[in-house]
């Protein structure tokens, strides 16, 4: 059983987000970048999955080296080896296609990767890695079980869930659910040092799409504040001000 | 050239998601002069089908095969890129929703489109650039994306475009799809449906449970005020990792980002990461009784209260309001 994870390094979800150079950077400054969140949920399940010698768990990151204290941290959680992929994410379709690159010499059973990242928020890489491959894919699941030879997913559907049984290998993005988060142990930080980290070099791709620039929500009025014995006014305003009921 | 819309069908049935989507792909038409073409996968009857038109779609593509009946993934993706070729589509759009999320990567990279997800604003077309408005860090921004190639899919975040209805009448055409069988090899084994509730991520009025609520056992009031208000019930990260509320209903930067007309929070004091989720909400309701709570910054109205108290004097205005209209 082998499984791949694809990883992302995102700001930490505290971050208050700005922009530079007549907002069309993002201002890293003074950012903590951290594991994406559903990356993590991902990784853990991996780890779940293979415990006991039943597998392997490989992550995969294109970034560059910046990304490597991210990669040591997923090698402290429990991944046995990992690779990165020496270039800047430009977008999906840059990392999907270098991830289904690799992935087509060195093939996997199961490859997770995280519902979205929490900084573009495009949950594409899953669906695009899984038409590269020509495999199935899921893009946002809620609960994965596996046996020898396939997987049985639980996807969130309007208004309920679809539960899946899919013949590896596939693709899925793990949301909530899959599994609780792992906090690497003093091992695992030991350990991570010395696990393998490959580092190979991207292939060369057209790119589909360019980020021009930022904005952030245009801020809203001054909060109305309605006394709390008067609470039952809030109703007329909401639908004479407000004209939202 | 004309564009296409994937018109998401559930139980037979268009959402409004759908018709927000038609109507966003409908505007890119007329901005582009051309015509709309909608596609619709499954068992879905004439008299639907023919409400695709009625938000502006010139043809309506049917494909009703037996083996598309239920949602499967890699099939309709194959379906939608071969009627985009058919058609000589150049621009394909989609319903950001938990099936468009599956759809529009693999619809990309079959028709080598660039991408833009979650969209909350048509397309800019001027100076020669194609360039579309997203969200982006869950929220906390927007971002301005360039679709350099030919080819574009465009999936479209609920709440975010008006339905408006067009005068037209639409033209049912049957298509037949050609279906290999590798695209089949993930088999649904069940489907779970909820029933009777207004799902989160399309509901246009949300009420939201925080911390502030002390226990799953006081939810009554939560749940009761969003059906008198016929809204979705959601709660924040606290909440769902202890156990109170499913994953399914936390919003915010690692759960789902919502924009619905009228967001209401009750006993949330609205974390950076909380808010990340709900900034684009037309109104955002806060109730708290800590008058320090950061949720008030953010609040369009606000009442600094127990929620225990002034839950339930909104629930008996509310029933007040509908008895009068």
């Not at chain 2, 990260?237 to 509320?245: H, L």
Request: glycine share 8%.
């Amino acid at each position: 059983m082998k499984i791949l994870v694809c990883i992302s390094n995102v700001p930490d979800t505290t971050t208050k987000i700005t922009f530079t150079d007549n907002n069309t950077q993002f201002n890293t400054v003074g950012v903590q970048f951290i594991l994406n969140p559903y990356d993590e949920i991902a990784l853990a399940r991996a780890i779940e999955l293979t415990e006991g010698g039943k597998g392997t768990v490989t992550v995969i990151n294109v970034g560059e080296v910046s990304t490597e204290a991210t990669i040591r941290k997923a090698l402290a959680i429990g991944a046995d080896d990992a690779i990165r992929i020496n270039a800047k994410p430009h977008d999906a379709w840059f990392v999907a296609y270098q991830v289904a690159q690799y992935v087509k010499e060195n093939p996997f059973d199961l490859i997770l990767t995280g519902r979205e990242s929490i900084d573009y928020n495009g949950s594409k890489v899953a669906g695009m890695l899984g038409e590269l491959l020509d495999i199935p894919s899921v893009s946002i699941i809620k609960k994965l079980d596996i046996d020898s030879d396939k997987g049985t997913v639980e996807r969130e559907i309007e208004g309920g869930k679809e539960i899946l049984i899919i013949p590896f290998p596939f693709v899925a993005g793990a949301a909530e659910g899959v599994a609780e988060p792992k906090i690497p142990n003093m091992r695992g930080i030991m350990s991570a040092r010395t696990k393998p980290l490959k580092v190979i070099e991207p292939a060369e791709v057209k790119t589909l799409s360019e980020i021009l620039s930022y904005e952030t929500p245009a801020p809203r009025g001054q909060v109305k504040l309605i006394p709390a014995e008067d609470s039952g006014k809030l109703v007329g305003l909401l639908h004479s001000e407000a004209r939202v009921i | 050239m004309p564009v296409l819309i994937y018109a998401e069908n559930t139980g037979g049935k268009f959402k409004k998601s759908t018709f927000e989507a038609i109507s966003y792909a409908k505007a890119i038409a007329d901005q582009l002069n051309t015509n709309l073409v909608a596609i619709s996968i499954g068992d879905v009857k004439a008299d639907v089908l023919a409400l695709a038109g009625k938000y502006g779609a010139d043809k309506i593509l049917n494909v009703s095969n037996d083996r598309l009946k239920h949602f499967a993934n890699q099939a309709y993706a194959s379906v939608i890129a071969e009627a985009a070729k058919k058609e000589q589509a150049e621009i394909v759009v989609l319903s950001n929703s938990f099936s468009g999320r599956g759809l529009a990567p693999r619809i990309a990279v079959k028709l080598q489109a660039g991408m833009a997800d979650g969209a909350v604003a048509l397309p800019e077309t001027s100076g020669g650039k194609f360039t579309v408005k997203k969200t982006a860090f869950s929220g906390k921004a927007f971002a301005t994306v360039e679709l350099t190639s030919a080819n574009k899919v465009i999936s479209l975040t609920p709440n975010s475009y008006k339905v408006v209805e067009q005068p037209g009448v639409g033209q049912i055409e049957e298509m037949a799809a050609e279906l290999r069988d590798s695209d089949f090899k993930a088999v649904v084994k069940e489907i779970v449906q909820s029933a009777d509730k207004v799902s989160l991520p399309d509901a246009e009025i949300v009420v939201s449970g925080g911390r502030g609520l002390k226990g799953p056992e006081n939810w009554g009031m939560i749940e009761e005020l969003a059906d008198l208000l016929g809204a979705a019930t959601a709660c924040s990260k606290p909440v769902s990792d202890a156990g109170w509320r499913p994953h399914s209903e936390h919003v915010g930067q690692t759960g789902i980002a919502v924009s619905p007309n009228l967001y209401i929070a009750v006993g949330i004091s609205g974390a950076i990461q909380h808010l990340a989720g709900v900034s684009s909400s037309k109104v955002i309701v806060v109730i708290n009784k800590d008058p320090e709570a950061p949720f008030f910054k953010v609040a369009d109205y606000g009442i600094v209260g127990d929620a225990f108290e002034v839950v339930p004097k909104l629930i008996s205005a509310i029933k007040e309001y509908k008895a009068s209209a």
